[in-house]
T-cell receptor, first 111, second 114 residues
Framework: QKEVEQNSGPLSVPEGAIASLNCTYS??????FFWYRQYSGKSPELIMS????GDKEDGRFTAQLNKASQYVSLLIRDSQPSDSATYLC???????????FGKGTSLLVTP | EAGVAQSPRYKIIEKRQSVAFWCNPI?????LYWYQQILGQGPKLLIQ????????DSQLPKDRFSAERLKGVDSTLKIQPAKLEDSAVYLC????????????FGPGTRLTVL
């Protein structure tokens, strides 16, 4: 059973702080990693993808991947109240199959 | 570029009734996915199509769920008969191809089974 684990939260951070969201996965052959943001009552929105070890930055978002530790994280700098949402980690093996999602971490950014 | 389209957005039915959902993927996307998302959970794959062929339907409850993607473009997911536990959001996603490609989701259909 391929598992993707996330802390369900809620993770509460003050406005302007760095939010750190973590995800571990069990399938060692996983090749592609994604972070989706999901507002309440809305569908998941892709915010980051990462395929190789290291950091990938896009605006206020940084994804970090460590395949040896089977760990992927998302950092949100200068957190805003509009970042309050559930963040879903998704992992894809190289077999051509669909994404395996974690349950999501709820993030609350307080003014 | 238009996103993934889904209809209806909401549906309320009685148990044992049937229901159908429609999805039109992003133009040019060969791979189409149907996911089920129960409240508080991440999306779970029901079926994956590559063009008009099924790639993975291992988690589709085939005694009540069916899906088709005729002509390799839009797709229909059907539930017959519905059970209370089918209450969920049904999400359609598409990607340019399978494998590690980025998937984009439609707005979803929220199904309530009474």
């Amino acid at each position: 059973q391929k598992e993707v684990e996330q802390n369900s939260g809620p993770l509460s951070v003050p406005e302007g702080a760095i939010a750190s969201l973590n995800c571990t996965y069990s399938d060692r052959v996983s090749q592609s990693f994604f972070w989706y943001r999901q507002y309440s009552g809305k569908s998941p929105e892709l915010i980051m993808s990462i395929y190789s070890n290291g950091d990938k930055e896009d605006g206020r978002f940084t994804a970090q991947l460590n395949k040896a530790s089977q760990y992927v994280s998302l950092l949100i700098r200068d957190s805003q109240p509009s970042d309050s949402a559930t963040y879903l980690c998704a992992v894809n093996s190289n077999s051509g199959y669909a994404l395996n999602f974690g349950k999501g971490t709820s993030l609350l950014v307080t003014p | 570029e238009a996103g993934v389209a889904q209809s209806p957005r909401y549906k309320i039915i009685e148990k044992r009734q049937s229901v159908a959902f429609w999805c039109n993927p992003i133009s040019g996307h060969a791979t189409l996915y149907w996911y089920q998302q129960i409240l508080g959970q991440g999306p779970k794959l029901l079926i994956q199509f590559q063009n008009n062929g099924v790639v993975d339907d291992s988690q589709l409850p085939k005694d009540r769920f069916s899906a088709e993607r005729l002509k390799g473009v839009d797709s229909t997911l059907k539930i017959q008969p519905a059970k209370l536990e089918d209450s969920a959001v049904y999400l359609c996603a598409s990607s340019f191809s399978s494998g590690g490609n980025e998937q984009f989701f439609g707005p979803g259909t929220r199904l309530t089974v009474l």
